[in-house]
Nanobody
Framework: VQLQASGGGLVQAGASLRLSCAASGGAFSTFTMGWFRQAPGKEREFVSRIGQFGTSVSTSSVKGRFTISRDNAKNAVFLQMNSLKPEDTAVYYC???????????????WGQGTLVTVSS
């Protein structure tokens, strides 16, 4: 499975961005799709994940602000990010896993990452 993330950019605090991840080469609909992020000098952290039928979970710091969704017909997963904060600044990665997990090591396929920078 190949993953291609896009949609990052430089925005001011309070703005919105929508990240997209296009998948190819595998049975997309069967995978758990996740978004992770890595800020400078920090470890990669879980953001949100969504199962094949749409069940989703997000980390507490983004609940109420970020929404993950997927379109199995288009082999794509999205992360709508609202009310962005400077602490959301990071490289955002999409990933695919065969199981229902938030652990980065359990994800089998990764996209290249897209940079989100939120200025104060």
């Amino acid at each position: 499975v190949q993953l291609q993330a896009s949609g990052g950019g430089l925005v001011q605090a309070g703005a919105s961005l929508r990240l997209s991840c296009a998948a190819s080469g595998g049975a997309f609909s069967t995978f758990t799709m996740g978004w992770f992020r890595q800020a400078p000098g920090k470890e990669r952290e879980f953001v949100s994940r969504i199962g094949q039928f749409g069940t989703s979970v997000s980390t507490s710091s983004v609940k109420g602000r970020f929404t993950i969704s997927r379109d199995n017909a288009k082999n794509a997963v999205f992360l709508q990010m609202n009310s962005l904060k400077p602490e959301d600044t990071a490289v955002y990665y999409c990933a695919a896993a065969r199981g229902w997990t938030a652990v980065a090591a359990d994800y089998d396929y990764w996209g290249q990452g897209t940079l989100v920078t939120v200025s104060s």
